[in-house]
């Protein structure tokens, strides 16, 4: 029984994997980030299942790391620092080689670890009213385990732009940068994916894993490498003085002292 997220599967083998800790906006908590990650193990092994729509609950989609898990952060070890950045990373790894086509069904906000979700969507699409964001920087940190899906989604030029300025963006440049296939109106986001989901259910199975498989295989920029670098890079950054200043003005609400004068 999962407390963080729904599965339901229908007739056709259509998966929905659905964010649902509405009152924390579906920030990621370890404990959704576990349950994300078994979700992409057992719907990969499903032979029922052929495709998988990444949705959620509430007004909005994703928004980012959960705080009081960043917060925790502040006073580990860097053993424990390292093992929750891999946590994180792992489940996005599973669902990004996930045998399964995955499209995302962005329908609200998604911020930092939300546009991470997105990135591994094999096709995300999003309403034309909602606003991105790699936020992190604000918090002191960067997108680290995030990074090389996101990367490897809008390049390392169109990553510049978003990368490391903390800003928001809407659904039409997230478009321009490749975050997402295309942007629909709210009122039609149901059916452009279900749109999307028919054309998966037309081909062999079979075949669709296994491309899926060779474009990793061909890709490369979302290795295990990157992946470990990544690991590292968001552990090195919970140990700064700025994400201990910036996560404690968070739960003081007071602005972060680069922003006080």
Sequence with gaps: MTETIRIEIDAQGVAQLVLARVDKHNAMSAKMMDELHQAAIDLGKNEAVRVVVLAADGPTFCAGGDLEWMREQMGADRQ??????????????ALDRMPKPLIGRIHGNAFGGGVGLASVCDCAIGAENILMGLTEVRLGLIPATIGPYVIARMGAAKARQVFFQGRRFDAAEAVGLGLLARRVSSENLDAEVAREVESYLSAAPGAVARAKALVHALDGRADSAAVETSIKALADAWETAEAAEAIDAFFTRRKPRWLAE
Excluded: I, K
Excluded at 80 to 93: G, K, N, Q, S, Y
């Design 80 to 93: 424990t620092r390292m093992a929750e950045a891999r946590r994180l990373a792992m489940m996005l790894m």
